[in-house]
């Protein structure tokens, strides 16, 4: 055996033996306990708000989207998903580190009204009255983050798909 095989040969061996380690510390390892649960019961996960907002946002576009080609179905579904990322928001996080008000305050405050406007027209299958809604809808959001000094971040009607 030449020696370039041979090198070849070990250190695919290496490599095999190297992941097998890798895999099997990744897989003894216990999973983590909750803090009041069993120890082979895994930690719970809560999406940041920063995540939940993305998801929000990309719902907004989708939504404004279907509406602009006449897809009621795809818009009633996205607002739908819209309005259960706001729900999440405000389960996950009632109170944001740099917020002094509630989310669970300033959310419906801000939104409750532009969501129910712009369910209303979704179930009018209307262009005009859609445009309206989406219109107020991304005032709510934009509303909300002034008021929460996130004002940077603004929402706009898309321009075209995500």
Same mark, same amino acid.
């Given at each position: 055996?030449?020696?370039?095989?041979?090198?070849?040969?070990?250190?695919?061996?290496?490599?095999?033996?190297?992941?097998?380690?890798?895999?099997?510390?990744?897989?003894?390892?216990?999973?983590? !306990?909750?803090?009041?649960?069993?120890?082979?019961?895994?930690?719970?996960?809560?999406?940041?708000?920063?995540?939940?907002? &993305?998801?929000?946002?990309?719902?907004?576009?989708?939504?404004?989207?279907?509406?602009?080609?006449?897809?009621?179905?795809?818009?009633?579904?996205?607002?739908?998903?819209?309005?259960?990322?706001?729900?999440?928001?405000?389960?996950?996080?009632?109170?944001?580190?740099?917020?002094?008000?509630?989310? &669970?305050?300033?959310?419906?405050?801000?939104?409750?009204?532009?969501?129910?406007?712009?369910?209303?027209?979704?179930?009018?299958?209307?262009?005009?009255?859609?445009? !309206?809604?989406?219109?107020?809808?991304?005032?709510?959001?934009?509303?909300?983050?002034?008021?929460?000094?996130?004002?940077?971040?603004?929402?706009?009607?898309? &321009?075209? !798909?995500?």
């Amino acid at each position: 055996m030449s020696a370039a095989r041979a090198a070849l040969v070990l250190s695919i061996v290496a490599l095999a033996f190297g992941a097998g380690a890798f895999f099997e510390e990744r897989s003894a390892a216990p999973p983590a !306990a909750k803090p009041d649960g069993p120890a082979n019961e895994p930690a719970s996960y809560a999406p940041g708000l920063g995540e939940i907002m &993305t998801a929000i946002q990309m719902r907004h576009a989708k939504l404004g989207i279907a509406g602009a080609a006449g897809n009621w179905e795809l818009a009633d579904y996205e607002l739908d998903e819209l309005d259960e990322g706001l729900d999440d928001a405000l389960t996950f996080h009632p109170m944001h580190k740099d917020i002094r008000q509630p989310l &669970t305050e300033l959310v419906p405050t801000f939104m409750k009204a532009p969501i129910d406007g712009m369910r209303e027209a979704v179930k009018a299958n209307g262009a005009e009255k859609f445009n !309206a809604a989406f219109n107020s809808l991304t005032t709510g959001c934009n509303s909300c983050h002034q008021a929460t000094d996130f004002g940077f971040n603004v929402v706009t009607r898309p &321009t075209s !798909a995500p």
